[in-house]
């Protein structure tokens, strides 16, 4: 198969959004890696001559992991399997019904008032319990 693309050009979206997700979570979790493991617990272990040189070593592993990810998600996703349902799952969000700009914001301001109107009825029921909690002895202010 080599490095051909299985359907190229069917599932598109899906296979470049799948692979910008995954893509995020790699480096990320380089960041992390890099940042606080390697940092704290590799780099003092390998001595002074790696530790002047912490730079490469970094790189290195970033651009290793980078990749070994790369090479492992062209595979993934050029399996028949899988991009048969990458290209079904684009076919199947075309047919979606999307709503229109204009009841996107509605449905989001009734979303952020049925949030605000839940958090005060709360807020209201943490007061009236705290008071009666006082009240009776049982919390003491």
Do not use: C
Request: aromatic share 12%; proline share 3%.
């Amino acid at each position: 198969m080599g490095f051909a693309v299985y359907k190229p050009g069917q599932g598109y979206w899906t296979r470049v959004l799948t692979a910008v997700a995954v893509g995020t979570i790699v480096l990320s979790g380089i960041g992390w890696f890099l940042n606080g493991v390697f940092q704290t617990k590799i780099l003092p272990k390998l001595g002074a001559a790696a530790q002047t040189n912490d730079l490469y070593w970094k790189a290195g592993i970033a651009v290793t992991v980078i990749l070994v990810t790369g090479a492992l998600l062209w595979t993934i996703l050029n399996k028949p399997n899988i991009a048969d349902f990458m290209i079904a799952t684009e076919n199947e969000m075309k047919k979606v019904n999307w709503p229109s700009q204009k009841a996107v914001i509605g449905l989001t301001w009734v979303v952020i008032s049925g949030t605000l109107m839940i958090a005060s009825l709360l807020y209201v029921i943490n007061i009236v319990f705290s008071w009666f909690f006082i009240e009776i002895d049982i919390l003491h202010v």
